[in-house]
């Protein structure tokens, strides 16, 4: 059973700073795995999506990498702003036949103006 | 384009009590999917659908939880009777017939059983 792992729970970082974000997964035989974006109160917004055949993707300030070897993706985001606070969860997806996408339980970032 | 519209946003209710959590998909997109997401246990797939038929109800917790989908633009998620464990935002999204499996989710209903 894959397991998605997000450590730590909570980061709070002074603005402008550079940071990255962990999500290991335990089942490497992933379709593509998806990081999302929720504010309080609100519901998930999809930031990146990276498929397996591929290493990284980017969009902005964002950028996400995956490593299947190892069950490791990373998202980095770049001069932090305090509008980029809000909690950050990856999601593995196990294959084009299945949906049942494994959510890690997200990482609480607070930017510090 | 409007997003995943799901309602109400908020509900309390007692015990015993019925609750449907309605839910409008993107148009277009052919998977459904209900999640319910608690402090403890996070995000969990209930059920989803394709093509409005459901493929995988194996995440809903017991028979007290029922979900349909009548037509491409709607589902519903029922609870009855509901229970305070139930409390938990309940989450709706949809997802388009390709293979990126990317998921677009709602807004959520914010569900408490008094």
């Known amino acids: 059973k894959q397991e998605v792992t997000q450590i730590p729970a909570a980061l709070s970082v002074p603005e402008g700073e550079n940071l990255v974000l962990n999500c290991s997964f335990t089942?490497?035989?992933?379709?593509?795995l998806q990081w999302f974006r929720q504010d309080p109160g609100k519901g998930l917004t999809s930031l990146l999506l990276?498929?397996?055949?591929?290493r990284e993707q980017t969009s902005g300030r964002l950028n996400a990498s995956l490593d299947k070897s190892s069950g490791r993706s990373t998202l980095y985001i770049a001069a932090s702003q305090p509008g980029d606070s809000a909690t950050y969860l990856c999601?593995?997806?196990?294959?084009?036949?299945?949906?049942?996408?494994?959510f890690g339980k997200g990482t609480k970032l607070s930017v510090i103006p | 384009d409007a997003g995943v519209i799901q309602s109400p946003r908020h509900e309390v209710t007692e015990m015993g009590q019925e609750v449907t959590l309605r839910c409008k998909p993107i148009?277009?997109?052919?998977?459904l999917f209900w999640y319910r997401q608690t402090m403890m246990r996070g995000l969990e797939l209930l059920i989803y659908?394709?093509?409005?038929?459901?493929?995988?109800d194996s995440g809903m917790p017991e028979d007290r939880f029922s979900a349909k989908m009548p037509n491409a633009s709607f589902s519903t998620l029922k609870i009855q009777p509901s229970e305070p464990r139930d409390s938990a935002v309940y989450f709706c999204?949809?997802?388009?017939?390709?293979?990126?499996?990317?998921?677009?989710f709602g807004e959520g209903s914010r569900l408490t059983v008094l």
């Open positions: 999204a949809s997802s388009p017939n390709r293979n990126t499996g990317e998921l677009f």
């Open positions: 659908f394709n093509n409005n038929v459901p493929i995988d």
């Open positions: 999601a593995a997806h196990p294959g084009a036949g299945s949906y049942q996408l494994t």
């Open positions: 148009s277009g997109h052919d998977y």
């Open positions: 990276i498929q397996s055949s591929q």
């Open positions: 089942d490497s035989a992933i379709y593509n």
